[in-house]
């Protein structure tokens, strides 16, 4: 069973960038999609952005196209999320979390129910 471990969220201005990095641990990434989750104060959890096994699939919401970048290096067990142009609106504890495909290689998703493995999430505060 794959474990995540979420770093590199923090405080940043309006405009500004951030790089989110999770980490995996327990089993190789080769065998998962991979989600970026977020969730607010009195939200629910939405579905950020997605990247299907092969890397050859990737999902963005709606409110995050063109600002943010997922990426994966299953070399490193790791996948990316590299967040610009940040708005207060972005402010969320940012979650990932995995869905192992035995095939699917490239299948994505952005509905929290898909995924499982979830991290313990990192804080991302936008403000000025």
């Known amino acids: 069973q794959v474990q995540f471990v979420e770093s590199g969220g923090g405080l940043v201005q309006p405009g500004g960038s951030l790089r989110l990095s999770c980490a995996a641990s327990g089993a190789t990434l080769d065998y998962y999609a991979v989600g970026w989750f977020r969730q607010a104060p009195g939200k629910e959890r939405e579905g950020v952005s997605c990247i299907s096994r092969s890397g050859s699939s990737t999902y963005y919401a709606n409110s995050v196209k063109g600002r943010f970048t997922i990426s994966r290096d299953n070399a490193k067990n790791t996948v990316v999320l590299q967040m610009s142009s940040l708005k207060p609106e972005d402010t969320a504890v940012y979650y990932c979390?995995?869905?192992?495909?035995?095939?699917?290689?490239?299948?994505?998703?952005?509905?929290?129910?898909?995924?499982?493995?979830w991290g313990q999430g990192t804080q991302v505060t936008v403000s000025s």
């Open positions: 979390a995995a869905r192992r495909l035995l095939y699917g290689f490239s299948w994505c998703g952005y509905n929290a129910a898909d995924f499982g493995s």
